[in-house]
């Protein structure tokens, strides 16, 4: 069954502050192939289990649709779904045996008893339980609890099959076996299958395609090799991979990009101060190599090395970079070790300017106003201002009133009527200029007002040099 999710977006109400909002989910756009698996991925709160709860019914989205084939399923019961959940806690009924907690939901549809009793028996098989199907939950390991909460959702013949962390209640060791064994039977029942995690491991290692969270907003979708290889921002490229990425400070400067003042390599875009990633494997080391970096410790593990060094333009107080055991290590008499970078593992992201909802932004050359719209949408251009150039306008709160400012204590104030901008300028203030806006906006009381030298791009997306990384 193939699944659609369209403008799919949850707001909740914030606990004492009804003006607030929480958007748990926030206008997801996607469609899940049939019979595949799809991980999804992000850190606690991105709104992962929030997206099950709407394609399994028990929530309601405050807009968007849900489809199943070509099946509007949005306002439809959970029981009439289709779907098969299972949770973290496995969620057995503990005074029933396997085989009845296996059988009760069918029971529940009234099934013919023979059918009831060859299917339950079916699915035991596939999910390896046979022998435990006399025994209660209680009598039962972690793992194998949730293989029987994996039957019982299976059991049903869904159309989908919705798992939220399943592993997570299960010991490292069992954790492995049992995600081996969702994709196993995965394959073989060959269900649509969405599987929550914030593991990211467990969503590399089982998952057709990945779906990189945050913050209620989708980063990222792609095949998990394609979403290492290219993440698209920084949140994705040090959510994914053990070691994690390395970040450094670093900048753009007539087309050599540099960490610290290290050149590491040529890069052509424009000038500017950037995050740099560079995954462990993208270390070679190389005597003429850009990197310099403070060698502390070589880990020997088997095949590989892990060396441990620091870099005063590093992120994290180690660097970890991979590299093959054989290769031997030797620092200069400063205790430096040189790398060069493999242009395929380091990634460039823009600094760009994070805003809060209805911040302005004004390019002091072209004029352009930009409105933060959300982490979604970003910077968003609402029109242009036309100023009076002898006022000069500088960052800062602007107050926003309905009429012009007599005696205020800001360094900006917008008259909402007329939508006129006013700079303080020692005692007074003087109109700087008016906003032209392409729509009615509605002003909170306080506005942050930028002034930049270009247009406000969104923090930490990822930078391609102009020429394609060739030189
Ligand atoms: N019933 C609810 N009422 C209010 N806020 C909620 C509710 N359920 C979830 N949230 C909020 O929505 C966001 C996403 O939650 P959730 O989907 O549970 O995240 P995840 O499963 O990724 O950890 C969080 O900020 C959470 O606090
Ligand atoms: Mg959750």
Known sequence: MKVKLEKLTKRFPTRGNKNEEVIAVNEFDFEIPDGKLIGLLGPSGCGKSTTLFMLSGLQKPTSGKIYFGDEDVTGLAPEKRGVGLVFQNYALYPHMTVKQNIMFPL????????????????????????????????????????????????????????????????????????????????????????????????????????????????????????????????FVSKFLGTPPINVFQGRIEKNNLYIGNDKVMKFKADDQEVYVGI?????????????????????????????????????????????????????DENGEVRFSVRPNKIFVFAKGYAGVRGDLVLNKETKDVFCYEDERSGWKKIGNASVNESVEVKNGVMKVKTGAPANEDASMILNSETKEIFVRDNEEY????????????????EINFSVLEKDPVLPEIRIYPDNGGKE
């Open 107 to 234: 029971q529940n549809q009234h099934l013919p008893k023979q059918e009831i009793i060859e299917r339950t028996n079916q699915v035991a098989q596939l999910v390896q339980i046979d022998d435990l199907l006399d025994r209660k939950p209680s009598e039962l390991s972690g793992g194998q609890q949730q293989r029987v909460a994996i039957a019982r959702a299976l059991v049903k013949q869904p159309r989908v099959l919705l798992l939220d962390e399943p592993l997570s209640n299960l010991d490292a060791r069992l954790r492995l076996q049992t995600r081996e064994e969702i994709r196993r039977i995965q394959r073989k029942t060959n269900v649509t299958t969405i599987f929550v995690t914030h593991d990211q491991e467990e969503a590399m290692s089982i998952s057709d395609l990945i779906v990189v969270m945050k913050k209620g907003v989708i980063q990222q979708i792609d095949v998990p090799q394609k979403v290492y290889d290219n993440p698209v921002n920084l």
């Open 430 to 445: 003087k109109l700087f200029g008016t906003l032209n806006l392409a729509e009615n906006k509605e002003w909170k009381e």
């Open 279 to 331: 995954r462990p494997e993208g270390f070679v080391l190389d005597p003429k190599g850009g990197l310099k970096c403070q060698l502390k410790n070589v880990e020997v593990m088997g095949r590989d090395s892990s060396i441990v060094s620091t870099h005063e333009a590093a992120e994290s107080p180690i660097i970890r970079s991979i590299i093959d055991s054989d290769l031997a290590v030797k620092p």
